[in-house]
């Protein structure tokens, strides 16, 4: 069958991440204001599989041999209830921390209905990266609710199955291909590392050491409203940069602060970002086809005392365009193996000082009938690797960020004080726009947090309402 193959070299890095760190998977998010059931979650199932087949593959064979295998799947689907719309953290912490049984399925899917609130709904989905990315992941929850619409309303539904998706390499262009690729791969590897022999970015210490087995990944919600959001915006347009640089200029500030803590001196750092391939691909793709169709850019930084938090924001959008014109940004999906491979050999060894993964606008309906999608976001499994990540996006003009981290070699309290202090930077930055470096930043006040583990969050989402009103009121001082 078409779909049965041999996994492409990246495919096979994240099914080793599955299998010998805690896990490696999308969890995505959702919020939905509108009764729903386990029976019309089920058949909505049924007919995603139906329109994306590789939701009935499983992954097979040893390490050295993997292979997709079709067959016939039923997507795991559990049904849970919590007392507080908070307590949706408990359950991506658990989902995060679960490894996907990679050759019984590839999804799983979890519902979580709210006593207090007998009309609100979350739904979390756990994909194996492998099959999928950000923007398909968004996606996928967006078909998933217009098939329960139309079940719930008796409406005839056609699905139209779209084709299985070739190894990435078969759709890059031209100049990856045959010797003029490989020149290319070495190309990219020399000047990897020259930036890092040069740079020698400095990263985030660990508070705790533990082997990648034991490792857990955690996770810090925050979001901005549409007021927040929009000013965010209008300070880019105005310093001449994007939102993404500016996001990735505030996490380099917060960690940049916590390595160098009341200390005047310049630090280099590093940070990365993956980027969307699919619009250069050959032919296009589009976000409905499920696909790890990302690259990355890897930029170094050297923060001195009196850096502008524009300049680092322009510097950044700089580093990102150059490799987007360049046949760079094709080539990082050939190194991922060997960079994991190195990191589990290496477990104190790091990727980057930071990373931001931010799609962007996410152009899906809110409104799906007898359901309003009220919220969405997605977080990845990271905890093999030691950096504070956040993944981003902006939904009905309101900005919602995970941060994830792997625990315990950064902790959850510490992990709460580097998203406070990001946040805090995003704001004087559109204040001032003179605000650099080493300029003083007002605290958000907010209660002490212990470590999420299952079971513990319950205090945590209590806490979690007062620390976002006290957000909320300390943007607008």
């Given at each position: 069958?078409?779909?049965?193959?041999?996994?492409?070299?990246?495919?096979?890095?994240?099914?080793?991440?599955?299998?010998?760190?805690?896990?490696?998977?999308?969890?995505?998010?959702?919020?939905?204001?509108?009764?729903?059931?386990?029976?019309?979650?089920?058949?909505?199932?049924?007919?995603?599989?139906?329109?994306?087949?590789?939701?009935?593959?499983?992954?097979?064979?040893?390490?050295?041999?993997?292979?997709?295998?079709?067959?016939?799947?039923?997507?795991?689907?559990?049904?849970?209830?919590?007392?507080?719309?908070?307590?949706?953290?408990?359950?991506?912490?658990?989902?995060?921390?679960?490894?996907?049984?990679?050759?019984?399925?590839?999804?799983?899917?979890?519902?979580?209905?709210?006593?207090?609130?007998?009309?609100?709904?979350?739904?979390?989905?756990?994909?194996?990266?492998?099959?999928?990315?950000?923007?398909?992941?968004?996606?996928?929850?967006?078909?998933?609710?217009?098939?329960?619409?139309?079940?719930?309303?008796?409406?005839?539904?056609?699905?139209?199955?779209?084709?299985?998706?070739?190894?990435?390499?078969?759709?890059?262009?031209?100049?990856?291909?045959?010797?003029?690729?490989?020149?290319?791969?070495?190309?990219?590897?020399?000047?990897?590392?020259?930036?890092?022999?040069?740079?020698?970015?400095?990263?985030?210490?660990?508070?705790?050491?533990?082997?990648?087995?034991?490792?857990?990944?955690?996770?810090?919600?925050?979001?901005?409203?549409?007021?927040?959001?929009?000013?965010?915006?209008?300070?880019?347009?105005?310093?001449?940069?994007?939102?993404h640089a500016a996001l990735c200029a505030a996490m380099l500030f917060a960690a940049g602060r916590k390595i160098t803590p009341g200390?005047?001196?310049?630090?280099?750092?590093?940070?990365?970002?993956?980027?969307?391939?699919?619009?250069?691909?050959?032919?296009?793709?589009?976000?409905?086809?499920?696909?790890?169709?990302?690259?990355?850019?890897?930029?170094?930084?050297?923060?001195?005392?009196?850096?502008?938090?524009?300049?680092?924001?322009?510097?950044?959008?700089?580093?990102?365009?150059?490799?987007?014109?360049?046949?760079?940004?094709?080539?990082?999906?050939?190194?991922?193996?060997?960079?994991?491979?190195?990191?589990?050999?290496?477990?104190?060894?790091?990727?980057?000082?930071?990373?931001?993964?931010?799609?962007?606008?996410?152009?899906?309906?809110?409104?799906?009938?007898?359901?309003?999608?009220?919220?969405?976001?997605?977080?990845?499994?990271?905890?093999?690797?030691?950096?504070?990540?956040?993944?981003?996006?902006?939904?009905?003009?309101?900005?919602?960020?995970?941060?994830?981290?792997?625990?315990?070699?950064?902790?959850?309290?510490?992990?709460?004080?580097?998203?406070?202090?990001?946040?805090?930077?995003?704001?004087?930055?559109?204040?001032?726009?003179?605000?650099?470096?080493?300029?003083?930043?007002?605290?958000?006040?907010?209660?002490?947090?212990?470590?999420?583990?299952?079971?513990?969050?319950?205090?945590?989402?209590?806490?979690?309402?007062?620390?976002?009103?006290?957000?909320?009121?300390?943007?607008?001082?």
């Amino acid at each position: 069958m078409l779909y049965d193959r041999k996994l492409s070299c990246y495919e096979q890095a994240l099914e080793i991440l599955n299998r010998r760190a805690t896990t490696y998977s999308i969890v995505t998010i959702c919020r939905i204001n509108g009764l729903l059931s386990e029976e019309v979650i089920r058949q909505a199932l049924e007919l995603l599989q139906a329109r994306h087949p590789r939701l009935n593959c499983r992954i097979i064979g040893k390490l050295n041999n993997l292979r997709f295998k079709t067959g016939d799947i039923e997507i795991p689907l559990r049904v849970v209830k919590k007392l507080d719309s908070q307590q949706w953290q408990e359950v991506v912490w658990e989902e995060l921390n679960h490894k996907i049984e990679s050759h019984k399925s590839l999804m799983r899917v979890v519902l979580v209905h709210l006593k207090n609130e007998n009309n609100v709904n979350y739904l979390i989905t756990t994909i194996h990266h492998a099959i999928a990315d950000g923007l398909s992941c968004i996606q996928l929850h967006s078909e998933l609710l217009k098939y329960c619409q139309k079940i719930i309303s008796f409406e005839p539904i056609e699905v139209v199955s779209l084709p299985a998706l070739p190894p990435l390499k078969k759709l890059l262009p031209d100049s990856m291909r045959g010797w003029k690729g490989t020149v290319n791969i070495f190309l990219t590897i020399c000047r990897l590392l020259l930036k890092d022999i040069y740079y020698r970015p400095q990263t985030l210490k660990f508070e705790k050491f533990l082997p990648i087995e034991s490792r857990r990944t955690g996770i810090v919600h925050r979001k901005l409203n549409e007021a927040q959001t929009t000013k965010l915006l209008n300070a880019c347009r105005k310093n001449k940069t994007t939102v993404h640089a500016a996001l990735c200029a505030a996490m380099l500030f917060a960690a940049g602060r916590k390595i160098t803590p009341g200390k005047k001196t310049n630090v280099n750092l590093s940070c990365w970002s993956p980027i969307n391939l699919r619009n250069r691909l050959q032919p296009n793709i589009s976000n409905e086809h499920l696909g790890v169709l990302v690259s990355g850019d890897i930029s170094c930084h050297n923060l001195r005392t009196n850096t502008s938090f524009w300049d680092l924001a322009r510097d950044r959008r700089q580093q990102i365009k150059a490799t987007l014109e360049s046949e760079r940004v094709f080539c990082l999906p050939f190194l991922t193996k060997l960079l994991i491979n190195f990191l589990l050999t290496y477990p104190h060894q790091v990727f980057s000082t930071v990373g931001v993964t931010n799609i962007g606008r996410v152009n899906i309906p809110a409104n799906y009938g007898v359901f309003e999608l009220e919220e969405i976001s997605f977080v990845t499994a990271n905890a093999a690797f030691r950096g504070l990540c956040v993944a981003v996006l902006t939904f009905e003009e309101k900005m919602f960020l995970n941060f994830m981290f792997s625990e315990p070699a950064i902790s959850q309290e510490t992990a709460e004080i580097l998203a406070d202090h990001m946040l805090a930077c995003i704001v004087k930055a559109c204040k001032n726009p003179k605000f650099t470096f080493t300029d003083q930043v007002v605290a958000i006040p907010r209660q002490q947090l212990t470590s999420i583990a299952p079971g513990a969050l319950s205090s945590v989402a209590r806490q979690a309402r007062r620390r976002d009103r006290s957000i909320l009121d300390w943007f607008h001082k």
